[in-house]
C-alpha cells in the first residue's frame, strides 16, 4: 500500500509530505484547492510524462517520491527480472530537471519510465472520472472480464505466443517479397553467372599474362640482346672465355711455386664458371625467345576480356572478379532454395496458428463461464446504488482473425429503466449512472486483481443523497481488500473514511501554495459542516456532520 508521499517544486506545492494508512483514506478540499495537483504529482511516479510546466520554481528540479509496502504481493521475480534490489518498504521516484531532463528511481536504482510503470501498475490503480469513457471501450470490458475470469496466466502464455506468431509471419511476409524479387532477378543474375563462369577466371593469372604479354611484345630486344651477349662472352675468335680459360691454366701451373698465384687462380676460375653459366643461359635465352604473333593476340584477348569483366563490375582485380562470381553463384542458389524455406515456414505457421485456435478457445470458453455471474454481481451492486431497474449484460462475439485477446470481442449492454433495450453502455448511460456502474465494476474485480491500493478520484459525480451513503458502504467494503484512497466533494462518503486529509490553499507574501493535512476528529466535523453547507459554523451543519461520523 501507499505508506507516504513526497512532493517538492511541483505545481503550487513548495515542500509537502503527506502519510496515509491502510483502510479508508478520504482526500476533500474546496473547489481549485488542489486535489488534482496531488493526483498528478501521483501519476508522476507511476510513470506517466512530464515536461517543465510541472516546476514550481522553474530553477530547481521536481521531486516526487512514493513509499509502498509490498510484502505479500510476490513481486520478488518483478525485482530480481530488472536486477533491483527487493525491500518491503518500496520507493518510487521522479525527477524532473530544470533541463527537462526526466528520470526516474526504483529503491535508489535509476530504471527507465517503462520499468517504474510497469511496477506501479502492479502496485496502485488510479480510477478517475476520465476512465469512466474506458467504460466504451471494448478492450477495457474485455480486461474486465478477464480479470474476474482468472484468466491472467493462461492470456499471457497466448499473447507470448502470439507475438511469436506474428514475428514469424512478418519473416515469412518479407522473405516472400525477398523470393519474389529474387525470381526477378534470377535471369540478370544467371546471365552474369554465366558471361564469369565462362571466363575460366585463376587466381593470378591477370599478372602471368601482363608479364607474359610484356616480354612478347619485346622478343626481338630479348632475343638480339643475349645472342650478343653470348657471342662476346663465348665466340671461337674473340669470345671472353676462351683467353680467360688460358689465364686460368696458366695461374693453375704457376701456383704451385708463387702462393700468391694459388688464392688468384681461385677467384679466377670461380670468375671463369659464372661467365660461363651466364654465356650457356643466355644462349638458352636466345634461343627459346621467339616473336609469337599469334600468341601476341591470344595473350591480348584474355586480356581484353578480363578488363572488359572487371569494368563491368566495377572491380581491379581477378580475385574480386571470383568474389562477384561466387556471389552470384550464392544468390542463384538462394532462390533455388526459397520454396523449400517458405514451405518449411508455412509450417511453422500452421503449427503455431493452431495451437493460438486452441488457445483462444480456452480463453473464450473461460470468459463465457463467468459471464452469468459477472452480470449477476454488477447488477446487484447496481441494486445497492439505488438502481433498481438496472440491467446488465455481457454480449460476446467470436472474430474472424486471431487478434493479441484471442478470438473474443465483448461489449457491455446496460439499461437502467424498465422495459428499455439494454444497448452499449457507452451511448445511454449517464455520468452519474457511469460512476456507479464503474464503482460496481471494480467492486468486483477487488477479489480478482492482488493489488496494494486503489485511487478514487470523484467517482461520486453525479450522485447524492442516499445513494452516496451507500456508495460510501461499498467503498468502505472494499477498503477492507486494500487500501482505498478517495477524492471526493460529497460529505456522505467523506464520512466512511477511516482517515481525512485535506487540501487546501494558502498565501504567503505574493505566492500561492498548496498543501494537504491530516485533519483529527474535531476537525472533521468542520470539514464536512463547510461541505455540507458552506458554512463550517453552522449548528445545523455541524450536528448533521456529527451524525453522519457516527
Do not use: W
Not at 474506458?134 to 475470469?149: P, Y
Not at 688468384?264 to 643466355?282: A, M, N, P, T, V
Not at 568474389?323 to 526459397?338: A, P, T
Amino acid at each position: 500500500m501507499l505508506q507516504s508521499l513526497y512532493i517538492k517544486n511541483y505545481a503550487l506545492i513548495d515542500k509537502l509530505s503527506i502519510e496515509f494508512n491502510s483502510g479508508f483514506n478520504i482526500i476533500t478540499g474546496e473547489t481549485g484547492a488542489g486535489k488534482s495537483i496531488v493526483l498528478g504529482a501521483l501519476g508522476l511516479i507511476l510513470g506517466q510524462r512530464a515536461d517543465l510546466a510541472v516546476l514550481r520554481d522553474k530553477a530547481k528540479k521536481c521531486t516526487v517520491e512514493g513509499c509502498f509496502g509490498v510484502q505479500a504481493y510476490g513481486l520478488e521475480e518483478f525485482f530480481a527480472e530488472h536486477e533491483l534490489d527487493y525491500d518491503e518498504q518500496t520507493i518510487l521516484r521522479r525527477e524532473i530537471t530544470p533541463a527537462g531532463k526526466s528520470r526516474a528511481f526504483i529503491n535508489d536504482t535509476p530504471v527507465n519510465l517503462k520499468t517504474i510503470r510497469e511496477l506501479a501498475l502492479r502496485l496502485i490503480d488510479i480510477h478517475s472520472q476520465h476512465q469512466n469513457l474506458d467504460l466504451g471501450n471494448r478492450l477495457f470490458q474485455l480486461k474486465l472480464v478477464d480479470l474476474v475470469a482468472k484468466n491472467k496466466a493462461l492470456l499471457a502464455n497466448y499473447q507470448a505466443l502470439f507475438r511469436t506468431y506474428s514475428e514469424t509471419k512478418s519473416t515469412y511476409a518479407s522473405l516472400v517479397n525477398e523470393a519474389d524479387q529474387a525470381r526477378k532477378d534470377l535471369d540478370y543474375f544467371q546471365f552474369q553467372f554465366t558471361q564469369l563462369d565462362e571466363a575460366k577466371l585463376k587466381q593470378g593469372e591477370q599478372e602471368e599474362l601482363e608479364a607474359e604479354q610484356n616480354q612478347l611484345e619485346h622478343a626481338e630486344d630479348i632475343k638480339r640482346t643475349f645472342g650478343q651477349l653470348a657471342d662476346a662472352l663465348d665466340s671461337d675468335e674473340v669470345g671472353l672465355l676462351t683467353h680467360l680459360k688460358e689465364h686460368v691454366s696458366q695461374l693453375g701451373k704457376m701456383s704451385d711455386y708463387f702462393a700468391e698465384a694459388k688464392t688468384l687462380h681461385q677467384r679466377l676460375e670461380s670468375c671463369y664458371l659464372e661467365l660461363k653459366d651466364i654465356s650457356e643461359e643466355s644462349v638458352s635465352v636466345a634461343e627459346r625467345v621467339e616473336h609469337d604473333s599469334m600468341r601476341i593476340e591470344q595473350v591480348a584477348d584474355r586480356l581484353d576480356l578480363i578488363y572488359s569483366l572487371q569494368q563491368k563490375f566495377s572491380v581491379d582485380t581477378i580475385e574480386e572478379l571470383i568474389g562477384v562470381q561466387n556471389d552470384l553463384e550464392h544468390k542463384i542458389s538462394q532462390v533455388e532454395s526459397f520454396d523449400e524455406e517458405l514451405a518449411s515456414m508455412e509450417k511453422v505457421l500452421d503449427q503455431q496458428k493452431t495451437e493460438l485456435e486452441k488457445m483462444a478457445a480456452g480463453l473464450a470458453k473461460s470468459r463465457r463461464a463467468v459471464s452469468k455471474d459477472f452480470e449477476q454481481a454488477v447488477v446487484g451492486m447496481l441494486h445497492k446504488l439505488g438502481m433498481a431497474n438496472a440491467v446488465f449484460q455481457l454480449n460476446f462475439e467470436a472474430t474472424e482473425q486471431l487478434g493479441m485477446m484471442g478470438k473474443d470481442e465483448v461489449r457491455f449492454l446496460f439499461s437502467a429503466n424498465k422495459s428499455a433495450e439494454p444497448q452499449e453502455i457507452s451511448k445511454i448511460a449517464s455520468g452519474g449512472e457511469m460512476s456507479r456502474v464503474m464503482l460496481a465494476l471494480k467492486s468486483l474485480i477487488t477479489d480478482s486483481k492482488s493489488l496494494p491500493t486503489i485511487v478514487f478520484d470523484e467517482i461520486d459525480t453525479g450522485i447524492s443523497g442516499e445513494i452516496a451513503l451507500k456508495m460510501g458502504d461499498i467503498l468502505k467494503t472494499i477498503s477492507s481488500k486494500m487500501q482505498v484512497i478517495n477524492i471526493t466533494h460529497l460529505p456522505q462518503i467523506a464520512a466512511k473514511g477511516d482517515h481525512h486529509y485535506q487540501v487546501y490553499k494558502f498565501d504567503q507574501e505574493d505566492q500561492t501554495f498548496t498543501s494537504i493535512r491530516k485533519l483529527e476528529n474535531s476537525e472533521r466535523v468542520d470539514e464536512l459542516a463547510q461541505m455540507l453547507s458552506g458554512d463550517r459554523h453552522s449548528d445545523t451543519a455541524r450536528e448533521t456532520a456529527r451524525e453522519l461520523l457516527n
